[in-house]
């Protein structure tokens, strides 16, 4: 059987785009290092879109298994929860001084820590049957949109860096709260 389609292959056709996620989570990564804010974004938007195509893959030639759903939260973590952070982190709280870079410093950790404990939790009620027709708070792709929009509030002068601050505490709280999305 061809190992893209076969149900039990670690590289089956979702599973391979999962990992096309993932190389556009690191490449981002990569060009946040060198300052390339523009072209981060880009790559990680395309590993959004690789994200949800990973998804309808799986479901659609039924090539759903447990490695690929522990690679699907890797993928998310890395691409949803890191990759914003570390933007923000490096384009917006560099610029900040003394204390407010200390509390971005706890609320970048604070964020990172939500976002892992959301995926880790979606997992374990995604294996006891529990996912229904809402996400109990926000999911991380959602999370990351919102801190997209944060950053280009930033970047245009909309918020000051103090208030990204304060937006991503909130939003890392909206990760695990009862807040109820639809799952399309």
Same mark, same amino acid.
């Given at each position: +059987?061809?190992? =893209?389609?076969?149900?039990? &292959?670690?590289?089956?056709?979702?599973? +391979?785009?999962? +990992?096309?996620?993932?190389?556009?989570?690191?490449?981002?990564?990569?060009?946040?290092?060198?300052?390339?804010? !523009?072209?981060?974004?880009?790559?990680? /938007?395309?590993?959004?879109?690789?994200?949800?195509?990973?998804?309808?893959?799986?479901?659609? #030639?039924? *090539? &759903?298994?447990?490695?690929?759903?522990?690679?699907?939260?890797?993928?998310?973590?890395?691409? #949803? @929860?890191?990759?914003?952070?570390?933007?923000? #982190?490096?384009?917006?709280? &560099?610029?900040? %001084?003394? $204390? /407010?870079? @200390?509390?971005?410093?706890?609320? &970048? @950790?604070?964020? $990172?820590?939500?976002?892992?404990?959301?995926?880790?939790?979606?997992?374990?009620?995604?294996?006891?049957?529990? $996912?229904?027709?809402? !996400?109990? %708070?926000?999911?991380?792709? *959602? %999370?990351?949109? =919102?801190?997209? *929009?944060?950053?280009?509030?930033?970047?245009?002068?909309?918020?000051?860096?103090?208030?990204?601050?304060?937006?991503?505490? $909130?939003?890392? /709280?909206? =990760?695990?709260?009862?807040?109820?999305?639809?799952?399309?």
């Amino acid at each position: +059987m061809n190992p =893209l389609f076969n149900p039990k &292959s670690h590289f089956n056709l979702a599973n +391979m785009f999962t +990992m096309v996620n993932i190389t556009c989570g690191l490449i981002a990564t990569y060009l946040i290092t060198q300052h390339n804010f !523009f072209y981060a974004i880009i790559f990680a /938007w395309i590993g959004g879109a690789f994200d949800i195509f990973d998804g309808k893959i799986a479901r659609k #030639f039924k *090539l &759903s298994n447990e490695f690929g759903i522990q690679l699907d939260s890797f993928a998310d973590f890395l691409s #949803f @929860v890191l990759v914003p952070v570390f933007l923000i #982190f490096q384009a917006v709280y &560099s610029d900040l %001084g003394g $204390v /407010w870079f @200390v509390a971005a410093v706890i609320v &970048s @950790v604070y964020y $990172v820590i939500s976002g892992l404990r959301r995926l880790i939790q979606f997992n374990i009620d995604a294996e006891a049957g529990e $996912v229904g027709k809402f !996400f109990v %708070g926000v999911p991380t792709p *959602l %999370g990351a949109i =919102l801190l997209w *929009l944060v950053y280009l509030g930033y970047t245009y002068g909309v918020l000051p860096g103090a208030l990204v601050v304060f937006m991503m505490a $909130v939003i890392g /709280w909206l =990760l695990n709260s009862k807040v109820k999305v639809p799952h399309p």
